[in-house]
């Protein structure tokens, strides 16, 4: 099964093709990145109108890359949300009349979903499995006890783990997008900063707007005292506490609910102190982290996600993009 993805919920533009939920046969993204630096984040009206800008062209050089014909596809997936109203509303219709006009059935997509599947592109999932959703706008803890079957055992309390990662970099003057570059820096310095306990305790919930407020305040006061801060030791303090709550979190997860494989998803899956930390503290089972270039946004997790939602429920959308929500992510 050939399938076309779209993606649009944030600031990239992108459209995929994929085969048989595995086979990434094209996968443009068009990032705006560039543009939205210079306001310190992403400006919602300038995306929609950047993503009309760009998707006639994505979608004309996705299928150029495959080398497919229209007639070839068999199913359209599309990010239907969460995301930014504007900038979904472009990848939406664009899929709508895509599917329409080719006489193609139309799937809609739960965004993390699509971070979940971009680690079918790496290994086949195994079940029961945990995975780790850290995103832009997510922070969850799912098990899955089989394909497009979702159960969301903890989530963030207040921000999300890469809304903390910007905003901390922009405490310090980073720039946009600060996750990979607070990334950077730690690897750097050293965890000397004293950081607050984030833990909530026993359960599989998070919370990052303390830590959040503390490094502001950390960075306010040094300043006021006239003082440098190190902003590599403040970066590598942050991340180290930030990833010692995930993985510990993950490993109860696995540990209670008997996980053969474990995984991780959406943005901040690119972390390498992350990832560092989980490969040296995550032994017992398998792990899979999706190659970094499907870490973030991008059309091939969507189209992935988009196969298993079809096959599993033999159900397509209808234009209105209304059907009932199949999953527990919301
Ligand atoms: O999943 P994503 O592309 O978009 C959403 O669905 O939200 O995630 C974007 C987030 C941003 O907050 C960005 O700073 C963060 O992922 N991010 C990282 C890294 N690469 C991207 N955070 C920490 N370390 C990284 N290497
Ligand atoms: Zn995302």
Do not use: W
């Not at 196969?307 to 992510?329: A, E």
């Amino acid at each position: 099964m050939i399938v076309l993805s779209v993606e649009s919920s944030c600031d990239e533009t992108s459209v995929s093709i994929t085969r048989n939920g595995k086979e990434v046969l094209s996968n443009i993204v068009l990032s705006q990145i560039d543009i939205h630096k210079a306001y310190g984040g992403v400006v919602p009206e300038i995306a929609s109108r950047e993503h009309i800008k760009g998707i006639t062209m994505v979608f004309e050089e996705a299928l150029n890359e495959a080398n497919i014909e229209k007639k070839d596809i068999n199913l359209v997936a599309v990010t239907k949300g969460p995301g930014l109203i504007g900038s979904l509303l472009v990848g939406v219709n664009a899929a709508k009349a895509f599917a329409f006009s080719n006489d193609i059935d139309l799937v809609g997509v739960h965004h993390i979903a699509g971070h979940i599947y971009a680690n079918e592109i790496s290994e086949d999932l195994e079940f029961p499995l945990i995975c780790l959703v850290v995103s832009g706008g997510h922070t969850e803890l799912v098990l899955m006890k089989e394909h497009y079957d979702f159960e969301k055992l903890g989530e963030t309390l207040d921000d999300a783990v890469g809304e903390a990662y910007d905003k901390v970099a922009r405490t310090v003057g980073l720039g946009y997008p600060g996750g990979p570059i607070v990334d950077k820096l730690a690897a750097t310095g050293n965890p000397s900063y004293k950081m607050p306990n984030i833990s909530l305790g026993d359960t599989y919930n998070f919370s990052f707007s303390g830590i959040k407020s503390h490094v502001i305040n950390l960075v306010h006061n040094i300043n006021q005292r006239n003082e440098e801060v190190n902003i590599p030791d403040l970066c590598a303090s942050f991340q180290e506490t930030v990833s010692e709550v995930l993985v510990t979190k993950s490993l109860k997860a696995i540990k209670e609910y008997d996980a053969k494989m474990f995984i991780i998803a959406g943005g901040v899956a690119a972390n390498k102190g992350l990832r560092k930390k989980i490969s040296e503290r995550i032994t017992m089972v398998n792990v899979v982290v999706p190659e970094f270039k499907y870490c973030t946004d991008n059309a091939a997790m969507i189209g992935i996600a988009g196969y298993y939602q079809y096959s599993k429920n033999n159900q397509t959308d209808d234009m209105s993009l209304n059907g009932v929500s199949r999953m527990n992510l919301e």
